[in-house]
């Protein structure tokens, strides 16, 4: 029904005014319609605060049109008490006698309740109206709840002809990034939650891995450091921002640091996976070197790809990882004289 899709589509439009305050919680909007006039309106602001549909609710100047009216909310209605009560309990009270669902919830609380509580208070019930674009907007969200692992988006630098460094070959170290994209990439890093990068990264590069060519919290540092041999002077453990070091050896007691002991006799990946899920990390960035990156390409743990592609050229030295050819491309943007290449799997 057009009018249906007209409707999810500003509530998807509501929603991502959600972007920097719901987390960890999942961006929705939702959208009060009487006789085919929007008559109330509302987002989920920030994580604690009302519910999307508690927000629209409450901007009804004259409550008694709920109760013809037809509420649509981009994704399924809570059922549970968490930190504040459960929409489904509210909708229900306001007599609203039909819901519009973009999609199901599939966080463990919800998964379907909110919309069986609905119907069996006899509320006519339509899911799945503009799933997909409902699914996109909090698709770390729902990763994270489905698959019990953080979203993972994956970014590198390369030259114009796929070598992402020459320093670790014998030559001098080459910057493949122009001022434009390190904001960019500052940009993604504000946007999720944590940072990895293995061992040969952290001592020959020396990051920082912090947000500051952008506005936004840092992401919890990550490192990967079998041997636990890493020199306590890196920026990593500088202590203005939390580290968690993945190692074999018994921790040591340095400041702001954190260590998950892992089997490095077996996969490590599924193993920072668990861990990172154990900490409620929705979304993880991977900056490091091709072999850590290459790991979570063949190994299927990665939801998206920032490739930054520099018009110069190399020659020779460490080749960039490489994408299966079944994933494709979804974007390109040009920045001076480079370009960005987004690539996006598709499962």
């Known amino acids: 029904m057009i009018e249906d899709e007209k409707y999810m589509q500003r509530c998807l439009t509501l929603a991502y005014n959600g972007r920097y305050g719901a987390a960890p ?11 085919d006039r929007i008559i109330g309106e509302g987002y989920h602001i920030r994580c604690g605060g009302p519910h999307a549909e508690v927000n629209a609710i409450r901007s009804v100047r004259n409550p008694e049109l709920l109760k013809n009216s037809t509420i649509y909310v981009s994704l399924e209605p809570c059922s549970h008490y968490g930190k504040t009560p459960p929409c489904a309990d509210l909708i229900i009270e306001k007599q609203i006698p039909r819901v519009v669902v973009g999609c199901i919830d599939p966080f463990a609380k919800v998964a379907g309740r909110g919309i069986q509580k609905l119907r069996n208070a006899g509320i006519d019930v339509k899911v799945g109206v503009l799933e997909k674009e409902c699914r996109e907007l909090n698709r770390r969200f729902i990763t994270f709840h489905s698959e019990k692992r953080p979203y993972v988006v994956l970014k590198w630098a390369q030259s114009a002809d796929g070598f992402i460094d020459v320093s670790r070959t014998g030559g001098s170290p080459v910057i493949l990034s122009s001022a434009e994209t390190q904001m960019l990439v500052h940009k993604h890093r504000s946007e999720c939650k944590a940072i990895l990068v293995g061992r040969r990264t952290a001592l020959l590069d020396n990051p920082s891995l912090t947000v500051r060519s952008w506005w936004g919290e840092n992401p919890l540092r990550l490192v990967i450091d079998r041997e636990n041999s890493l020199p ?69 743990l990665w939801d998206e790809a920032y490739i930054e592609r520099s018009a110069c050229f190399l020659s020779n030295g460490v080749s960039a990882p490489v994408l299966s050819t079944a994933n494709r491309f979804e974007s390109y943007k040009r920045w001076g004289v480079d370009y960005l290449h987004f690539a996006q799997i598709r499962k």
């Open 25 to 35: 919680n999942p961006m929705v909007g939702a959208v009060i319609v009487y006789n």
């Open 232 to 300: 306590a002077s890196l920026h990593l453990f500088d202590g203005t921002v939390p580290t968690v070091v993945f190692t074999a050896k018994e921790p040591e007691n340095r400041n702001g640091v954190e260590y998950c002991k892992l089997d490095f006799s077996s996969n490590i990946l599924p193993q920072i996976m668990s861990c990172l899920y154990e900490r409620s990390i929705q979304s993880l960035l991977v900056e490091g070197g091709r072999e850590l990156l290459q790991s979570f390409i063949d190994s299927g």
